[in-house]
């Protein structure tokens, strides 16, 4: 039994893929064994990792029956994994030989449920130049207890470092007795990562949250979803709120810090709907994004979180705060009008603006 088991889903990734398993067989602690699970390529990924596994044994390919996207994938590699404990990771991203050293060095320390580090998000335009990047890590923590961690998930969220589940490794026993999975993408679009990771975390005793970047996330303008227009956006992605404050009610710790956290995130959602909503593959008129907005200020959601929501030290997240409480629908619509015009004509204007939340 591996120390490490590493999933690697992957669908037509030709293109990075050599690069990432590289990354992985660079790592300074050794002690691992790799599943790539194939979500039925059609380019040359099956004959890329062939070569890799001819060439390193600890390298196994798995080999879905049918394409059913990378959440069905992320759960045939938990059943394929043997570790003691678990990381996911994107074949089109990369990762600094460290990585894992520096987790065994926690786990060594801690024997955590949960082990997270930082990432840099590394964000290429539709050429595939690197156009900038940053950094996102949280302080360097270390918990043995329900009562100590809890409170702190939320700042994982807010800085997003909770989401992803390739900044995370798992206690595969823990994750396998638990019987936690991936929701299919079709159920859960935008929000399969976080549904997971909040199901996962619901009763966790032990957390290690370590400060150093590791991971290269690659965020590409080309093909990505998040540019793609998903006509059930707000709808997923409301829920993706609805799951975190659920969550600490569930832990009796919904305190006005927390709503205030979960109020800002819950309002740039808000505008990224408003902008979306002006996308013609969208059906919507003027008189629609009207009715859109009136209807989200009467609902429960808004009413309980905006008016608690918190900018911390962004202006635009208080310009827009302060806009949302008014319940101005004409300077809503106006507003997200305006988002659209720059994310569609500066789109790496708009990434930048984002990113920073």
């Known amino acids: 039994m591996s120390f490490f088991s590493i999933v690697m889903p992957v669908y ?68 394929e994994a043997s570790g003691k404990y678990l990381w996911f990771v994107d074949a089109d991203d990369r990762v600094d030989p460290q990585l894992l050293q520096k987790v065994w060095e926690s786990l060594q320390k801690n024997p955590a449920k949960l082990t997270v580090f930082g990432l840099a ?10 156009q900038y990047s940053r950094r996102v890590f949280h302080e360097e923590r ?27 490794v798992y206690d595969l026993e823990y994750l396998k007795n638990g019987s936690f999975r991936f929701e299919d993408y079709e159920k859960a679009k935008f929000i399969e990562d976080i549904q997971f990771n909040v199901e996962y975390c ?7 949250i370590l400060s150093f970047c590791p991971y290269h996330y690659a965020k590409r303008m080309e093909g990505s979803l998040t540019c793609e227009f998903v006509p059930e956006y ?3 992605h409301k829920k993706r709120i609805e799951l975190l404050y659920n969550q600490y009610r569930y832990w009796n710790l919904c305190s006005e810090e927390v709503k205030g956290i979960l109020g800002s995130l819950y309002a740039r959602y808000i505008l990224s709907a408003l902008q979306r909503n002006c996308d013609r593959k969208s ?8 009715r859109w907005c009136r209807r989200l200020f009467e609902q429960k959601l808004f009413l309980e979180l905006i008016p608690a929501a918190k900018a911390k030290d962004s202006r635009a997240l208080s310009i827009l705060l302060f806009l949302l409480r008014q319940k101005n629908t ?14 569609n004509k500066l789109p790496m204007v708009y990434s930048k603006v984002k990113a920073g939340r």
Request: one cysteine or more; hydrophobic letters at 35%.
């Open 12 to 79: 037509n990734g030709e293109k990075y893929i050599t690069e990432m398993l590289e990354g992985i067989r660079r790592q300074t602690f050794t002690d691992w064994e790799l599943v790539v699970v194939d979500d039925c390529s059609e380019d040359g990924t099956r004959e890329i990792v062939s070569a890799a596994e001819e060439k390193d044994s600890r390298i196994r390919l798995v080999c879905m029956e049918r394409n059913d996207g990378v959440s069905a994938a992320r759960n045939r590699g938990i059943s």
């Open 121 to 130: 998000e590394e964000y290429y335009n539709a050429g595939g130049q690197l």
């Open 142 to 168: 270390y918990f043995s207890s329900k009562e100590e961690l809890r409170p702190e998930m939320i700042y994982l969220e807010r800085e997003t470092l909770y989401g992803y589940p390739w900044n995370k």
């Open 202 to 208: 619901m009763d966790i005793d032990s957390l290690n």
């Open 234 to 236: 707000f709808k997923f």
């Open 283 to 290: 059906g919507m008129n003027h008189a629609a994004r009207r």
């Open 330 to 343: 004409a300077v809503c619509l106006m507003m997200g009008r305006m988002v659209y015009m720059i994310r």
